[in-house]
């Protein structure tokens, strides 16, 4: 019996000890699976760094920033870092379109975020922006290795100076491997540069210094995170073409605001991608025309999500049909057969609405009413109006009236004179009206006085009444 229990516990133990080796094993696999990130920053120390900014120089300002950021670096797993500065080693006269180099090779977090944050504070801006070079022989900064994540990280306060094209280097760079698309952080800089960093990488605006480290942190989350997310604008034929829209992400569960971006078709052709906490359930609105919704969204970490939402969109233009007015009359939407109002339009204007049937209320005199009007996809349904002719009533006196159009079977009310006024303007559309008028200081009905007139497109009509 005892021989028994021992074989027993052998077989047991033998068994626990493959079960454990095993367990080693694959966990050294999925450590060996995860990539090293290596990030790469180039920093701008061309003299334009001088320029003074928010509390102080734009230099020292990111010197301060990037310190503070460094710091936080120094215990992330899978990470090496590097820097190269630029504009740093020449007076910008000289203009030395080759002052860039590489100050601090690759190397674990814990040890180089130290360097470099050393480096940087000796940094003294002195020369011009060869960014073009600079992204250009930093391919050798990487050096080889078979499961890394490579990624460059740009902070600039200006554009290129030296005559390169940053885009086309950037983009030979990414085709061969080099590196994954670069992060471009703008100093300082306006968001109309945006479109020029754009085809080069992912352009942030920094526009103060107390966003900089925000900016930092979420470019640091998407560089190294897999997590990653693109909102889909389908069309009517659900292609992911709608765009240039803003969307709203809300805590699902407390209501409140995470994140507002206006949807973009990158350089690619696709629906730009973001980052978002993985963490959180989010609701949707996609602020078209009228809204779209999309409740109780969930983030797959570790993935590339896409999030469909149906948008299909066209356009509505409306416009004027005679000569130049003063007079821009607007137009209430409603969807069709709903009184909620849900857009304000004004004349000489295109605007987006979701596919569908809308009705019009013209603000004009009298109003103009239009039903079901259809907005298709991508089409613009043009709608025309004659524009307003004036009539300037002219009066001896203070008193009451109103004007009527005449079609020559009924009066039917437009509006009331003002009382307080001995001469108004009021803007009416073409047609045949009436005038019914008593001075305030007479008290007999029968001295009513009515005046018939026409009213044309861009014409002033002259009324008296005496």
């Known amino acids: 019996m005892k021989h028994l229990e021992l ?18 094993y694959f966990f050294l696999l999925t450590l060996k699976a995860q990539p090293t ?74 040890e180089n975020a130290v360097k470099i944050k050393q480096r940087i504070l000796k940094l003294e801006p002195t020369g011009t922006t060869p960014i073009a070079y600079s992204l250009g022989e930093c391919a050798a900064d990487f050096t080889p290795c078979s499961n890394c994540r490579n990624i460059v990280i740009l902070i600039t306060d200006g ?19 080099i590196f994954i698309r670069p992060f471009v952080i703008g100093v300082g800089l306006d968001v109309k540069f945006a479109d020029v960093f754009g085809c080069m990488g992912k352009f942030y605006d920094v526009s103060n210094e107390a966003n900089f480290g925000d900016v930092l942190s979420l470019v640091l989350t998407e560089a190294i995170s897999q997590t990653t997310v693109q909102v889909d604008l389908l069309d009517i034929l659900k292609k992911p073409t709608e765009t240039d829209v803003n969307m ?19 350089h690619r052709g696709n629906p730009d991608t ?26 797959t970490r570790g993935k590339h999500n896409i999030i469909p939402v149906d948008a299909p969109q066209g356009y509505l233009k409306l416009e004027l049909d005679g000569p130049i007015s003063k007079y821009y009359p607007t137009t209430v939407v409603r969807k069709s057969g709903e009184m909620k109002t849900l857009n304000v339009h004004e004349f000489g204007k295109t605007e987006k609405y979701i596919v569908g049937k809308y009705d019009l209320e013209v603000l004009t005199l009298p109003r103009i009413k239009l039903s079901a009007v259809e907005i298709k996809q991508s089409s613009t ?17 203070t008193g009451f009236g109103s ?44 001295k009513t006085v009515e005046r018939k007139f026409a009213i044309s497109s861009g014409i002033t009509t002259n009324l008296k009444l005496n």
């Open 37 to 110: 990130n290596r990030i790469l920053f180039i920093f701008d120390d061309s003299y334009s760094m001088y320029a003074p900014w928010n509390s102080n120089i734009k230099i020292e300002v990111a010197k301060k920033v990037m310190g503070k950021f460094l710091d936080s670096l120094k215990n992330l797993p899978n990470l090496e870092l590097a820097l190269r500065c630029y504009g740093h080693t020449t007076f910008f006269k000289e203009r030395n379109c080759k002052d860039s180099k590489l100050e601090v090779p690759f190397g674990n977090t814990k």
């Open 403 to 446: 004007i009527y159009l005449d079609d020559g079977k009924q009066v039917i009310w437009v509006c009331n004179l003002n009382n307080a006024l001995q001469n108004e303007i009021i803007y009416l559309q073409p047609g045949n009206y009436k005038m019914e008028f008593r001075f305030e200081n007479t008290k007999e009905t029968i």
């Open 159 to 177: 554009i290129e100076e030296c005559d390169g094209n940053p885009c086309e280097v950037s983009i030979a760079l990414q085709k061969k491997g």
């Open 7 to 24: 074989r027993i516990k052998n077989f047991v133990l033998r068994n626990l000890i493959k079960v454990l080796c095993l367990s080693f």
């Open 248 to 266: 709203t992400f809300y805590d699902a569960n407390t209501k409140q605001i995470k994140y507002n971006y206006l949807h973009t078709i990158n």
């Open 274 to 299: 973001l980052v978002l906490n993985p963490d959180v359930t989010y609701n949707l609105t996609v602020h078209t025309i009228p809204p779209v919704e999309k409740n109780d969204i969930t983030i």
């Open 381 to 397: 349904n043009s709608l025309k109006i004659p524009t307003s002719g004036v009539a300037y009533i002219s009066k001896i006196g």
